[in-house]
């Protein structure tokens, strides 16, 4: 008698797809409101100006006859380089750059999220928060510093003893710290707890220090090489200042207290993100809390900036990746999760619930007459508080240069026309520095797109301007001909070592203006330290260029 054998059932349970589709849907809609919004700011234009002298010979400095280290963010500066060497459109693929590092780090921070509902109510949290939304432009290093830290969350969770998982984590760590050094607190906790996770593993534990180290030195070797300094001019221009500490620490705290009041949906995020992870996060992403929390203090410390929002708009990131992997309690989850199993039931009510809560915040910004930027685009400097100046850097810098738009529309005529008329479009004796600042976004890249080539060693510069306020779009549209002296010293060796500000008027967080000695615009003219009136202050200034004019002789 035959036997029939029957095989028994194979269930094949397949992956929730819904995480990663909404996170793609999620990291296209603020790669979206990123793009239409995209804007570039005067401090950028500062890097800029030093990679355009760096692309056509005149040196790695801001001005053609000093190797001075102006910018703060080596790898963003780099990548910029390279980047705007190869397409010959500098401000475009800024624009371009940091769209595309925003998405790629939502999408990083997002697709391990626990369920798709969730990462709806976080990602519509980044899409309504200023800070995040704003700075994933603006030519500075926001959108490398966002790609890096979600890259970062999401290597340093990985199997402990993967020497391969640990080498890329000191990678990280290294970008991270040459994308801007301070970055070094929000990762600082969680390092440490990282390291002594796997005490007993030497060979992950080597891999990551080599990997870390490793590029840093190289950097820091080819600065002090370079620059004749290890770090760059922006340090000592904002650590040597004449205030007390107390007015600074009021002075960042005013900063941080009216980022955070103008901007609603960042105070949601960081808010929640604290109580959740305080409560049920592990002790690696509560670790990361307490780098947030010691980042804020350092920005209070140090007495802020004058950007709104831009120096909690990382943290944002961070909170929000660490937010979508937190496991609650299933009280907790079925909220904002759904159903704890996929397939038991619908999420339509927690995407519903996750939607709803989005508006919310969003209504709630309206009301407080903060609505988000992404929702009222706006074309104007939106907040202007009197008892400090801080800037809404956008809202100025769309009124001065114009939005994407007006440098979309306007580019490419621009671009036929003086091709044709063979006209120069860098400023001349007639126009004074300050008449600059009002120059359209597009008419600065027609600058970027003239700038020559060094004709031979570098000669004394044909003329000497001196500013402090629009310090970028004066040195750009000036050319690398024309010498621009940095009265808040961000890019002047020798001013930086003035003590900077006034005790009695804290007016640029970040900014502080120097008193440049009687004599040194004529000796940078001339090339002779002798001219400067202070006997002490001419010394101190051979001195400074024997360090920084050694590898640019000046005939």
């Not at 992956?15 to 809609?29: E, H, K, Q, S």
């Not at 995020?269 to 947030?292: F, K």
């Not at 929390?293 to 990131?317: K, N, S, T």
Request: proline share 6%; with cysteine; aromatic share 8%.
């Amino acid at each position: 008698m035959a036997t029939t054998v029957v095989a028994p059932q194979v269930t094949r349970v397949s992956r929730d797809r819904g995480p990663i589709v909404t996170a793609l849907v999620m990291a296209g809609l603020i790669a979206a409101a990123a793009a239409s919004l995209a804007w570039v700011g005067d401090d950028a234009l500062i890097t800029l100006r030093t990679a355009l002298n760096a692309a056509h010979g005149w040196g790695w400095g801001f001005n053609a006859t000093e190797a001075v280290q102006g910018y703060t963010h080596p790898l963003w500066f780099g990548l910029w380089l390279l980047a705007g060497s190869a397409t010959g459109n500098w401000l475009g693929t800024a624009m371009v750059m940091g769209v595309v590092a925003t998405a790629a780090a939502v999408l990083l921070a997002l697709a391990p999220g626990r369920s798709g509902p969730r990462i709806v109510l976080i990602g519509g949290l980044l899409l309504l928060s200023n800070a995040f939304v704003e700075y994933a432009t603006s030519g500075l290093e926001n959108p490398l510093g966002y790609l890096l830290f979600a890259a970062l969350i999401a290597v340093s969770s990985a199997d402990r003893r993967a020497v391969a998982a640990a080498a890329l984590t000191g990678l990280l760590v290294a970008a991270l710290v040459l994308t801007r050094m301070d970055y070094v607190l929000l990762f600082l906790p969680a390092a440490a707890l990282w390291t002594w996770q796997r005490r007993d593993n030497v060979r992950a534990l080597v891999a990551a220090a080599g990997a870390a180290l490793l590029p840093v030195g190289l950097w820091f070797g080819w600065a002090y090489v370079t620059y004749g300094y290890v770090l760059p001019a922006t340090y000592e221009a904002k650590t040597n200042l004449a205030i007390p500490r107390g007015q600074l620490i009021e002075t960042g705290w005013y900063y941080l207290s009216f980022s955070l009041r103008h901007d609603p949906a960042t105070v949601v995020m960081l808010a929640v993100g604290a109580v959740l992870l305080l409560r049920w996060g592990t002790a690696m992403q509560r670790s990361w809390l307490v780098g947030i929390a010691l980042y804020l203090a350092y920005v209070v410390w140090i007495g802020g900036d004058f950007m709104i929002g831009r120096f909690v708009a990382v943290p944002v990131l961070i909170c929000a990746a660490l937010c979508a992997r937190v496991d609650l309690p299933d009280r907790i989850g079925r909220v904002i999760d759904g159903p704890p199993v996929a397939g038991t039931g619908s999420r339509a009510l927690a995407y519903l619930t996750a939607v709803v809560a989005v508006m919310a915040v969003a209504i709630v910004g309206v009301l407080l007459g903060s609505p988000a930027t992404t929702l009222a685009r706006p074309t104007t400097q939106r907040w202007e508080p009197m008892e400090i100046v801080l800037s809404d850097e956008r809202g100025v810098y769309a009124v001065k240069y114009g939005g994407v738009g007006d440098y979309l529309r306007n580019l490419g005529k621009a671009r036929a026309s003086d091709g044709a008329a063979g006209q120069s479009v860098f400023a001349d004796d007639s126009r004074e520095p300050l008449e600059l600042i009002n120059t359209p976004l597009w008419q600065i890249e027609r600058a970027a797109d003239q700038w020559p080539d060094n004709p031979g060693p570098a000669a004394l510069p044909e003329r000497v301007v001196s500013a402090c306020g629009g310090l970028g779009v004066i040195a750009v549209m000036n050319g690398p001909r024309v010498h621009v002296v940095d009265e808040c010293a961000l890019t002047d060796r020798f001013l930086a070592a003035l003590p900077g500000g006034d005790p009695d008027m804290v007016a640029l967080p970040g900014h502080m203006r120097r008193q440049v000695p009687e004599g040194y615009l004529d000796a940078v003219r001339r090339g002779d330290a002798g001219l400067v009136l202070d006997p002490a202050q001419s010394a101190r200034l051979t001195a400074v260029w024997d360090r920084i004019r050694s590898q640019i002789p000046v005939s």
